[in-house]
């Protein structure tokens, strides 16, 4: 109890605790931080931090190998390695795109190796949930884990629990704070603040975040901005604010047939879009975890790398049914997608639940397909667009998935009959005008921009089909013809 307590002061002393006002990654602003990454610049802590941990191992069930979730827990769990003589394993962050394309680096025996997961930090568990999941894709038992400060939140232990795993605590956060306030690190205010929050259950959602713009730094609205302010709905201005910012209007239809596959692809080119468009549906899952699991990875992703999510479910029913379909188990698509595609054919009542959600509506005008109806019916587009500013839904209506021009056009010209601008989404967009046997037609991407009038071209068979190694060549290629061309139709510098 003595070491721990002399831990928790030295984990203050250093600043791996902090107490103030920290904006999260979820926009919440906690009273209390914590930061263990700064351990590794202490020898004598992290030395510290091993004998306690090795302590708790030794009181634990044999294990065969011990694994340290990334990146902070990496040199805690090679520490104990070396001075117990147990073997180590690796979980990648990311696959592999070359060689063997491991996710678990060691040697081990299906089905018969044990390992026991170090962790740094416990918020909702995920991070450990998600080891353990790719250690048992692997066939590697795992049933425990150690972490060295648990935030407590009930969550985590029952993420953990569902799971089948076994968490020991060596701090936890009602125990850290008594000791902070009794060595007078913190005060009594302090100590409250931090407990008012955590019973409140405060922590990072799993939801879709906020997406992020870009602003002019000089004060002056430029070309970029008054082109933004045309469009009707602040969700269409966000994705314009980040196309200009990324120089992409590039979107990934991310036709993929794993989840694995989908993460793996928007690791290597999130820096390349605007958006990445799903078919959730048409991904694999073995359980619920792994849906949990992916639809995490997802936000993180579009976080990190700045793009909008577009699930492509195309809606097409009454409102009552569509709002089950957005918000049910499993998928729970109003909770991680920015934008979804919608068909018209229902009418307008069908946009109210889209509204309540707020989400992002992408309309299908038209698709890409040989014979397709809209394309081929009269004033489909036309009234598309009607149905839109006479319900007055112009707030949540991001675009259309569209051929050509429905209604006025950012850069001036199009089919005009409308005060407001909408964005155009044209899918089928290759380097190459070609088709293929199934009626998929494609046009390049100048045609797409400065003939058709698209704003966002989609594109997915073009940079998936050419290779794991290749990806981001080629998601580059069609991002810098994409913006190319879109400048010259803005008349942008």
């Known amino acids: 109890m003595a070491k721990v307590s002399e831990l928790i002061l030295s984990l203050f002393d250093v600043g791996a605790v902090k107490f103030g006002s920290f904006k999260l990654k979820s926009g ?32 634990l069930k044999a294990v065969d190998v011990i694994c340290g979730v990334p990146y902070t827990a990496l040199p805690l769990a090679t520490i104990i390695s070396v001075r117990k003589n147990i ?17 678990i680096e060691g040697e081990y ?10 962790e740094d930090v416990v918020t909702t568990g995920s991070s450990i949930v998600e080891t353990t999941l790719a250690l048992r894709s692997h066939g590697i038992l795992v049933d425990e884990a150690i972490v060295v400060l648990n935030r407590n939140y009930p969550a985590a232990d029952e993420n953990l629990k569902k799971n089948g795993i076994s968490l020991t605590s060596v701090v936890k956060v009602d125990q850290l704070l008594d000791v902070l306030l ?24 799993e939801a879709v975040q906020p997406l992020k713009t870009e602003q002019n730094g000089d004060g002056e609205e430029g070309i970029e901005s008054s082109l933004s302010k045309k469009l009707s709905s602040p969700k269409s201005q966000k994705l314009f604010d980040i196309i200009i910012s990324k120089q992409s209007n590039l979107c990934l239809s991310a036709d993929c047939e794993t989840w694995q596959e989908l993460i793996s692809i928007g690791e290597v080119v999130g820096s390349k879009i605007c958006a990445m468009k799903t078919h959730v549906d048409a991904l694999s899952f073995q359980d619920p975890n792994e849906i949990a699991l ?67 509506v ?72 070609t088709g293929d046997a ?37 998601a580059e290629q069609y991002r810098k013809e994409g913006w190319e061309a879109l400048k010259e139709k803005l008349q942008l510098k």
């Open 182 to 205: 009794n060595g007078d690190r913190i005060t009594l205010k302090q100590k409250v603040e931090v407990e008012k929050f955590l019973a409140e259950g405060q922590t990072i959602p």
């Open 28 to 59: 919440i602003q906690s009273p209390i931080y914590f930061d263990l990454r700064v351990i590794i610049s202490h020898p004598k802590l992290m030395q510290t931090i091993c004998e306690i941990l090795e302590e708790v191992v030794g009181g």
């Open 294 to 360: 992916f639809k995490r990875k997802l936000a993180e992703l579009a976080s990190e790398h700045n793009f909008v999510i577009i699930e492509d479910r195309k809606f097409a029913d009454i409102g009552s049914t569509v709002m089950k379909q957005l918000t049910a188990a499993p998928f729970s698509i109003s909770e991680w997608a920015h934008f979804v595609t919608v068909h018209s054919i229902p009418g307008p009542g069908m946009l109210k639940a889209f509204k309540e959600k707020d989400k992002g």
């Open 109 to 118: 025996t299906e089905g018969q190796t044990k390992c026991l997961i170090l």
């Open 362 to 433: 992408i309309l299908i005008a038209e698709m890409s397909s040989v014979g397709n109806l809209p394309s081929i019916l009269p004033d489909y587009k036309k009234k598309t667009l009607e149905m839109v500013e006479e319900s007055g839904n112009e707030d949540i209506v991001v675009g259309f998935v569209s051929q050509s021009r429905v209604g006025s056009s950012l850069g001036g010209k199009g089919g005009g009959g409308s005060a407001t601008c909408f964005l155009q989404f044209t899918p089928g967009v290759s380097l190459h005008s």
């Open 438 to 474: 199934l009626g998929q037609q494609y046009v390049t991407v100048r045609n797409a921009i400065l003939e058709r009038d698209a704003d966002v071209i989609i594109v997915g068979r073009g940079i998936l089909q050419q290779g794991r190694e290749k990806w981001v060549e080629a």
């Open 87 to 103: 073997p180590m394993v690796i979980k990648r962050r990311e696959q592999k795109l070359y060689g063997t394309g491991k996710m």
